[in-house]
């Protein structure tokens, strides 16, 4: 039975996006140009606020008091399963060295950079967990300055969990400015930051075009779309579960894509009754939002058995993939392109969005065909080096010459050739192209 489309999206996740360019190229020009001052006029503009950029030690200590001792529990508890989590990821990266023939010896290091740049959005949403997200593997890749950089409200600033959030993961300044400008801010070394080496953390259209014009110049996490989430559910499925949990995603935003792809014609059709009553009665800024996502980008695939329910979900390569469908194991060893599993109704993306540990900045509009998500191995510049005896170098010498001219590379040839005739002076070698 081929594909059957039981609900097909009318649009897909795209904008206008020469438009957006432009504009944030033109914005990102004029900051450079004009540095802290022109950083400010945009502030003034964009994000309505007027208050210190850089928070002072009291400005943090007084929003941290207003934060509850209960949501402070929670947020030390997220944290510290992403932090473990991230400790356990940096765990697999280890030095290594090894003598690839006599007297040459060739290793690995993994050095963290110096400045990481993390971007916290904090528009429609306070974004706690990407504060606990992005600063805390930051600080466990050895990131020697962290900036977090969130947008603060008109006349309020910054949320006061966000600045928590921020402070106990490890965050060395907290900034209040966004979009742009805050980007701009981080890339560019304004206001005595120390000019970041790699940008990380979700954003909205024009952080995303900021950071991918500014690739290249500076390191990031990855270029993020709307997020989305595909579940895979065989007929075993709790259908309001399931509906549930695509809910819960749509309301990300209006072009946040939702899936469900499934061998079961009836619960397909239960999930399907089930969405609209389950939109209505959320609040209605959500409301708004999970509305607009299933009626234009949701879609509900039918398939004729799991191989091939396996074989859709590789192709949409989705950021968030949940399996509810027995034999979970065999899933987990089939799926190949996700930006997070999550195995089983026992678990939900919620978990993985807030508090579970894994990561939550994952890639989107299937990147995760072939890249992962922000880890601390994103922080970390995996380096070479290499060391020889003058008896160890010789036969590199010798390979590297010949080589070397007949690619035309005279100049490489001759590094080599200075090193022969100086460790072993009476001998003659034939470093010619043709041998």
Same mark, same amino acid.
Request: charged share 25%.
């Given at each position: 039975?081929? =594909?059957?489309?039981?609900?097909?999206?009318?649009?897909?996740?795209?904008?206008?996006?020469?438009?957006?360019?432009?504009?944030?190229?033109?914005?990102?020009?004029?900051?450079?140009?004009?540095?802290?001052?022109?950083?400010?006029?945009?502030?003034?503009?964009?994000?309505?606020?007027?208050?210190?950029?850089?928070?002072?030690?009291?400005?943090?200590?007084?929003?941290?008091?207003?934060?509850?001792?209960?949501?402070?529990?929670?947020?030390?508890? &997220?944290?510290?399963?992403? =932090?473990?989590?991230?400790?356990?990821?940096?765990?697999?990266?280890?030095?290594?060295?090894?003598?690839?023939? *006599?007297?040459? @010896?060739?290793?690995?290091?993994?050095?963290?950079?110096?400045?990481?740049?993390?971007?916290?959005?904090?528009?429609?949403?306070?974004?706690? &967990?990407?504060?606990?997200?992005?600063?805390?593997?930051?600080?466990?890749?050895?990131?020697?300055?962290?900036?977090?950089?969130?947008? *603060?409200?008109?006349?309020?600033?910054?949320?006061?969990?966000?600045?928590?959030?921020? =402070?106990?993961?490890?965050?060395?300044?907290?900034?209040?400015?966004?979009?742009?400008?805050?980007?701009?801010?981080?890339?560019?070394?304004?206001?005595?930051?120390?000019?970041?080496?790699?940008?990380?953390?979700?954003?909205?259209?024009?952080?995303?075009?900021?950071?991918?014009?500014?690739?290249?110049?500076?390191?990031?996490?990855?270029?993020?779309?709307?997020?989305?989430?595909?579940?895979?559910?065989?007929?075993?499925?709790?259908?309001?579960?399931?509906?549930?949990?695509?809910?819960?995603?749509?309301?990300?935003?209006?072009?946040?894509?939702?899936?469900?792809?499934?061998?079961?014609?009836?619960?397909?059709?239960?999930?399907?009754?089930? @969405?609209?009553?389950?939109?209505?009665?959320?609040?209605?800024?959500? =409301?708004?939002?999970?509305?607009?996502?299933?009626?234009?980008?949701?879609?509900?695939?039918?398939?004729?058995?799991?191989?091939?329910? &396996?074989?859709?979900?590789?192709?949409?390569? *989705?950021?968030?993939?949940? @399996?509810?469908?027995?034999?979970?194991?065999?899933?987990?060893?089939?799926?190949?392109?996700?930006?997070?599993?999550?195995?089983?109704?026992?678990?939900?993306?919620?978990?993985?969005?807030?508090?579970?540990?894994?990561?939550?900045?994952?890639?989107?509009?299937?990147?995760?065909?072939?890249?992962?998500?922000?880890? @601390?191995?994103?922080?970390?510049?995996?380096?070479?080096?290499?060391?020889?005896?003058?008896?160890?170098?010789?036969?590199?010498?010798?390979?590297?010459?010949?080589?070397?001219?007949?690619?035309?590379?005279?100049?490489?040839?001759?590094? &080599?050739?200075?090193?022969?005739?100086?460790?072993?002076?009476?001998?003659?070698?034939?470093?010619?192209?043709?041998?």
């Amino acid at each position: 039975m081929p =594909r059957h489309y039981l609900k097909k999206a009318d649009r897909t996740p795209k904008t206008d996006a020469r438009e957006t360019h432009d504009t944030v190229a033109r914005i990102l020009d004029e900051i450079e140009a004009g540095g802290d001052a022109k950083a400010l006029e945009y502030a003034a503009r964009f994000d309505r606020y007027e208050g210190n950029v850089l928070l002072s030690p009291d400005e943090i200590a007084a929003a941290c008091d207003q934060v509850s001792d209960r949501l402070k529990a929670d947020i030390r508890f &997220a944290h510290d399963n992403v =932090r473990r989590f991230a400790e356990l990821q940096k765990s697999t990266l280890t030095d290594v060295e090894t003598e690839l023939t *006599p007297g040459f @010896v060739t290793g690995q290091k993994a050095i963290p950079v110096a400045a990481a740049g993390c971007y916290v959005p904090g528009g429609r949403y306070s974004h706690i &967990a990407s504060a606990i997200m992005t600063v805390t593997t930051a600080k466990v890749a050895g990131c020697q300055h962290i900036t977090a950089c969130s947008p *603060p409200r008109p006349g309020v600033g910054v949320p006061p969990a966000i600045i928590y959030a921020a =402070r106990i993961c490890g965050a060395d300044r907290i900034m209040a400015m966004g979009g742009v400008q805050g980007v701009a801010a981080m890339t560019f070394g304004l206001f005595g930051l120390p000019p970041a080496n790699i940008l990380v953390g979700p954003g909205n259209q024009f952080v995303a075009e900021a950071k991918r014009i500014l690739f290249g110049r500076v390191g990031i996490d990855m270029i993020a779309g709307p997020t989305d989430s595909l579940i895979l559910a065989d007929g075993q499925a709790d259908p309001h579960i399931v509906a549930t949990d695509l809910v819960s995603q749509a309301e990300h935003g209006y072009n946040s894509p939702v899936w469900l792809v499934t061998d079961s014609r009836a619960l397909a059709d239960d999930v399907m009754a089930r @969405v609209p009553d389950l939109i209505a009665d959320l609040p209605e800024v959500n =409301r708004e939002n999970a509305a607009a996502a299933w009626r234009d980008y949701a879609e509900v695939i039918l398939c004729a058995d799991r191989e091939d329910m &396996a074989a859709c979900s590789d192709d949409y390569a *989705p950021e968030h993939l949940t @399996v509810q469908a027995a034999d979970p194991d065999w899933w987990l060893d089939r799926l190949t392109c996700y930006g997070s599993l999550f195995l089983g109704e026992e678990t939900t993306v919620s978990y993985g969005d807030k508090a579970a540990g894994t990561n939550h900045v994952l890639p989107t509009s299937r990147a995760a065909s072939y890249t992962g998500g922000l880890s @601390v191995h994103k922080y970390m510049k995996i380096v070479t080096w290499q060391r020889a005896t003058r008896d160890g170098s010789r036969a590199v010498a010798e390979a590297t010459a010949r080589i070397s001219r007949l690619e035309g590379m005279e100049g490489h040839a001759r590094a &080599a050739d200075v090193r022969l005739a100086k460790y072993f002076p009476d001998e003659e070698f034939d470093l010619s192209a043709d041998g």
